[in-house]
């Protein structure tokens, strides 16, 4: 699951996650980042860090060596550096570009005209559940604005009684529903992966019917490894790999 994600985290090309990550209005690249483990619950998060990769791996530190969940901006870099992270730039040439594009046009907040998405891992093996997630951020976002990714419940959730989930789009749409939580209880109710996705989304749509303009998608595994997907818009993908068979589901 940590390299899953680190090999997004690294890619350059990726620019909604990691090195290359799009910055926000200031011009620096701020990450948030997730870690958590079905069996004890326990969980880490960094939020609004700068200059230190891979951020998953600094946020499964703060799960593994601290009392605390969450550690954001300065605390955040201190702890990176005190584990023996280094700090390196973020910034490539094209993100900078990018955002001086955006400078000049004053484009809102998310307007990179690249996309934006979150990685979101989930691990199952026998039961037993593991999910992490990382993000820039929303392009061009005020300095200091965290989205869904580094919070429990949000962004991410993973109970090995029922399953866990992870969510990617819009940050602000899937805090306010609180969407992998309510998606893993769905699950421990009873519902399939599939149906506890696609319950919690048309619950979305029907709550705040406006959602339908706002990417959010959001992965499941249950206990039981079955898989499930489902968005608030059409054509969004996710994989499975079990064993060498790698299969694409599609919402």
């Known amino acids: ?49 700068r200059d230190f990769l891979p951020a998953v791996s600094v946020a499964r530190k703060v799960m593994e060596k601290t009392p605390h969940v969450l550690l954001v ?82 962004g991410l959730y993973a109970d090995d009684q029922a399953g866990a989930a992870v969510a990617t789009g819009i940050g602000e749409e899937i805090l306010r529903f609180s969407v992998t939580s309510r998606v893993v209880e769905a699950m421990r109710r009873g519902a399939s992966a599939q149906n506890a996705c696609e319950g919690v989304i048309r619950f979305m749509i029907r709550r705040k019917p406006e959602t339908t303009k706002a990417m959010v998608a959001v992965l499941a595994v249950r206990k039981d490894g079955q898989c499930g997907v489902a968005a608030t818009c059409r054509g969004f993908s996710a994989y499975v790999r079990k064993d060498k068979h790698i299969t694409e589901l599609g919402s």
């Open 73 to 154: 901006g300065e605390g955040a870099e201190g702890f990176a550096r005190q584990q023996g992270f280094r700090s390196q730039r973020l910034l490539t040439k094209e993100s900078i570009r990018l955002w001086r594009e955006w400078k000049r046009n004053q484009a809102p907040p998310g307007a990179s005209g690249s996309g934006h998405d979150t990685v979101g891992v989930i691990g199952w093996h026998k039961g037993h559940a593991i999910v992490a997630c990382s993000t820039s951020g929303l392009p061009w976002k005020l300095p200091g604005r965290v989205g869904d990714s580094p919070i429990i419940g949000a």
């Open 1 to 49: 699951v940590e390299q899953g994600v680190i090999a997004v985290e690294m890619n350059r090309r990726v620019h909604s996650v990691g090195r290359g990550g799009l910055p926000n209005s200031s011009g620096q690249v701020e990450l948030d980042a997730a870690w958590m483990e079905g069996s004890q619950l326990r969980a880490g998060g960094v939020a609004a860090l």
